[in-house]
C-alpha cells in the first residue's frame, strides 16, 4: 500500500509519471488491485504518446480485474471489445462489461446495454437493454440519460404522452454533464 501511495504522489507530475509507474508495478506484484489498475492507465494513456503499450495495459488490466476491481474490469472489457494490445473480442468484452455493471460501474451498465440492443457479443435482449440502460441513467451516468431521453421522445412522436418526460430528461442528462464537467475544472 505506501509503494501505490508513493506513485499515486509521483504520477501528478509529468517530470515523476516513469518513477510513478516503477511504483505501481511493484505494488501490483505484490497483489495490489489499485496499483495493477494505476499501471494500466499509464500504460493505456501515457504523457508520451509514442510509449503506449496496449499488452501491458492490458495485462495490468486483468489482473486488477481478475481481483475484483470494477474500472479495471471496465477499461479491460473495452480493450478487449476494440482488440487494443489484442485481439478484438466481442464477448469477451461483453463479460468483463457485466463484471463491472455487476459492481455497480454505470459506464459498464450502459456498454452492456448496447451490447444486449446491437447482439453484439450476447445475444439481442431488448429487456435487458431497457433495464440495464435505466440502472445507468438511475446512477446519473449522462449518456443513458440521454438515449433514454431520446427513447421517451420516439415515444412521444408515436404515442403523443411522454413529450414531458422526454424533455425532462434531456435536462436532466445536460445538468449532470455540466456538474461533471465542473467537477473535472
Known sequence: ?????????????????????????????????????????????????????????????LQAAQAGHGYAALALGRMIKNGEGGPADAETGVMWFRRAAERGNAQAKFLLANAYASGEGVAKDMDKYYQLLE?????????????????????????????????????????ERRNRWQQIR
Do not use: C
Not at 135 to 159: C, D, G, K
Not at 165 to 171: D, P, V
Open 1 to 61: 500500500m505506501a509503494q501505490r501511495e508513493l506513485a499515486t504522489l509521483m504520477a501528478s507530475a509529468d517530470d515523476t509519471r516513469s518513477e510513478a509507474l516503477m511504483w505501481y508495478v511493484r505494488a501490483a506484484s505484490n497483489q495490489d488491485a489499485e496499483a495493477a489498475y494505476q499501471a494500466g492507465e499509464i500504460y493505456r494513456a501515457p504523457i508520451h504518446p509514442e510509449q503506449r503499450d496496449w499488452a501491458k495495459a492490458r495485462q495490468y488490466y
Open 135 to 175: 440502472e445507468s441513467a438511475e446512477q446519473h451516468f449522462p449518456p443513458a440519460m440521454h438515449e433514454l431521453a431520446l427513447l421517451a421522445e420516439q415515444r412521444s412522436v408515436t404515442h403523443g404522452a411522454h413529450a414531458e418526460s422526454a424533455s425532462h430528461l434531456f435536462k436532466e442528462a445536460e445538468e
